[in-house]
């Protein structure tokens, strides 16, 4: 084989080799982005629960301390 012949098939390997190392890199990417969208959507949910939670309990402190039922209770 010439050396021609040979720097074609070494070219060709070498791209090859490329593509699949870049392949990889994209994926990994994807599923980093991925896992780091889920975490941030879980943080906010978790936000939002603690909220809601503690709204929960100060309208109930609101109504405990605004409800006329509770005038003549003692403290």
């Keep these: 084989m010439t050396g021609r012949g040979l ?3 070494f ?5 090859i080799f490329l593509l699949v190392v870049l392949s990889f890199l994209g994926i990994a990417m994807v599923s980093f982005s991925t896992s780091q969208h889920q975490s941030s959507a879980m943080d906010v949910m978790g936000s939002r629960a603690y909220q809601a939670a503690r709204a929960g309990m100060e309208w109930a402190a ?4 605004q409800s006329p039922y509770n005038a003549g209770a003692p403290a």
């Design 62 to 65: 609101f109504n405990v301390t």
């Design 7 to 9: 720097q074609r098939g």
């Design 11 to 15: 070219s060709i390997i070498t791209a």
